[in-house]
């Protein structure tokens, strides 16, 4: 497993140079020319969004935060067209906003945020021009920052909506009632607030107390790499576009507890004595009791290390390449209800890979359950895809430059 895994990530370290450069010029990209829809008579094609906002009470927890921020008479410019992901009173209720009091209490720039995050603008989009395929569309919304790594220039923070035969999604917020064409642009109602992204997900992942093995893992990935080479990089630039399966804490342990076992085992002729057992489960215990710093000893390679978290990164072919680039952003909502494979940044040297099996169980609109099975088994020998699957035990951890999962177990590649 050493020498593939190996294999996998002195490829993939070169990769990562040639993601960056790529991100760099192409994820703040003009969209591209929307299909022309031909729309069916409706009533409200007089009206625009903002006067049809301040005009129903069901929408006035928006309509104060819109004025408050100066932006309800852009909404009712007939000169400009908008797509308007619109959480009504009930939705900014469940999700912990109970009355307008609570709106004004809000800074001016939390407020300005939430509001800005909800608009696409420039552009009309009915849920017929959003496409189905895996894993979303990304669009642009009118929130701005340029004061996050990796964003000399102001950078237009984006939106994910995603259409399945079950469900109309932004993000992972379900729409509960689509295409409300008005004169200047549609309205999509969610069911609830959809938040925007506030840190890059190398600060999200760093801070979390249960990922401390996975900062490890990272450093010594990046051991004796410079620049763009470093995962690390990859994680704290706000300009790209990831999905990353982040193994807690315990599921490393387990991970190390194995290797130490079974590399003293190693050591020992067989047939194995209980006195070699025994001293291999002390082992065992004596690295985990090491703490994340066992993973920056030689017992753990660099390149075991890289190729481990290439597997946790999400990846797709570059559509003119054909590369295998970490260029996605998935939500729960975006994962299929029945077994399908995902391919990872293991594809980016060995394109046959079949990448990660996983399975999403959605109760109505949303994901209560979400697994993922590696390729390999720990001990090695198993069938594939045959070990305990992975469950996702805190999802959608959505940040300016991607989204993780936090898992509760390592995923191997082979």
């Given at each position: 497993?050493?020498?593939?895994?190996y294999q996998i990530?002195r490829?993939?370290?070169?990769f990562?140079?040639?993601?960056?450069?790529?991100?760099f010029?192409?994820?703040?990209?003009?969209l591209?020319e929307?299909?022309?829809?031909?729309?069916?008579?409706i009533?409200?094609?007089?009206?625009?969004i903002?006067?049809?906002?301040?005009?129903?009470t069901?929408y006035?927890?928006?309509?104060?935060?819109?004025?408050?921020v100066?932006?309800?008479?852009?909404l009712?410019?007939?000169?400009k067209?908008f797509?308007?992901f619109?959480p009504?009173?009930?939705?900014?209720r469940?999700?912990?906003?109970?009355s307008?009091?609570?709106?004004?209490?809000f800074?001016?720039?939390?407020?300005?945020?939430?509001?800005q995050?909800?608009i696409i603008?420039?552009?009309q989009?009915?849920s017929?021009?959003?496409?189905?395929?895996?894993?979303n569309?990304?669009?642009?919304?009118f929130l701005?920052i340029?004061?996050?790594?990796?964003?000399?220039?102001?950078?237009?923070?984006s939106?994910?909506?995603?259409?399945?035969?079950?469900g109309f999604?932004?993000?992972?917020i379900?729409v509960?009632?689509?295409?409300?064409?008005?004169e200047?642009?549609v309205?999509?109602?969610?069911?609830?607030?959809?938040?925007?992204?506030?840190?890059?997900?190398?600060?999200?992942?760093?801070?979390?107390?249960n990922?401390?093995?996975?900062?490890?893992?990272?450093a010594?990935?990046?051991?004796?790499?410079?620049?763009?080479n470093?995962?690390?990089?990859?994680?704290?630039?706000?300009v790209?576009?990831?999905?990353?399966l982040?193994?807690n804490?315990?599921?490393?342990?387990?991970?190390?507890?194995?290797?130490?076992?079974q590399g003293?085992?190693?050591?020992?002729?067989?047939?194995?004595?209980a006195?070699?057992?025994a001293?291999?489960?002390?082992y065992?215990?004596g690295?985990?009791?090491?703490?994340p710093?066992?993973?920056s000893?030689?017992?753990?390679?660099?390149?075991?290390?890289q190729g481990?978290?290439?597997?946790?990164?999400?990846a797709?072919?570059?559509p003119?390449s054909?590369a295998?680039?970490?260029?996605?952003?998935?939500?729960?909502?975006n994962?299929?209800?029945?077994?399908s494979?995902?391919?990872t940044?293991?594809n980016?040297f060995?394109a046959q890979?079949p990448?990660?099996?996983?399975?999403?169980?959605?109760?109505?609109?949303?994901?209560?359950?979400?697994?993922?099975?590696?390729?390999?088994?720990?001990?090695?020998?198993?069938q594939?895809?045959?070990?305990?699957p992975?469950?996702?035990?805190?999802?959608?951890n959505h940040?300016?430059?991607?989204?993780?999962?936090?898992?509760?177990?390592?995923?191997?590649?082979?």
């Open positions: 497993m050493k020498k593939n895994i990530t490829i993939a370290k070169i990562l140079l040639i993601a960056l450069v790529t991100f010029a192409s994820c703040n990209k003009k591209p929307a299909v022309p829809i031909i729309y069916p008579p009533n409200n094609s007089s009206v625009t903002g006067a049809a906002i301040s005009s129903d069901s006035s927890f928006f309509q104060a935060a819109a004025a408050r100066g932006l309800s008479a852009e009712s410019d007939t000169t067209i797509t308007v619109l009504n009173n009930n939705a900014f469940l999700s912990g906003v109970p307008i009091d609570v709106i004004n209490a800074p001016v720039a939390t407020v300005g945020a939430i509001v995050y909800h603008p420039g552009e989009f009915l017929t021009s959003i496409a189905s395929t895996f894993p569309v990304q669009l642009p919304s701005t340029g004061t996050l790594p990796g964003t000399p220039l102001s950078l237009n923070l939106t994910f909506p995603s259409i399945r035969t079950t999604w932004d993000n992972n379900p509960i009632s689509p295409d409300m064409k008005f200047n642009g309205i999509h109602l969610v069911a609830a607030i959809v938040n925007p992204p506030s840190q890059v997900l190398k600060a999200a992942l760093y801070s979390n107390p990922l401390t093995y996975f900062k490890a893992a990272v010594r990935a990046d051991s004796g790499q410079t620049g763009l470093r995962i690390d990089s990859l994680l704290g630039y706000a790209t576009n990831l999905t990353v982040a193994p804490d315990a599921a490393f342990q387990t991970l190390i507890y194995g290797l130490a076992f003293y085992l190693a050591t020992r002729p067989k047939p194995y004595t006195g070699d057992s001293n291999a489960n002390a065992g215990n690295a985990v009791a090491a703490g710093a066992f993973l000893t030689n017992n753990v390679t660099s390149a075991q290390s481990i978290l290439a597997y946790h990164l999400l797709t072919p570059n003119n054909g295998f680039e970490p260029n996605i952003r998935a939500f729960s909502v994962f299929s209800n029945t077994p494979f995902y391919t940044l293991v980016a060995y890979h990448g990660i099996l996983a399975q999403a169980t959605f109760t109505g609109p949303f994901v209560t359950n979400l697994k993922f099975t590696g390729l390999g088994t720990f001990p090695p020998g198993g594939p895809f045959s070990g305990a992975a469950t996702a035990t805190s999802l959608d940040c300016v430059n991607g989204v993780y999962y936090v898992i509760n177990k390592v995923l191997l590649p082979q």
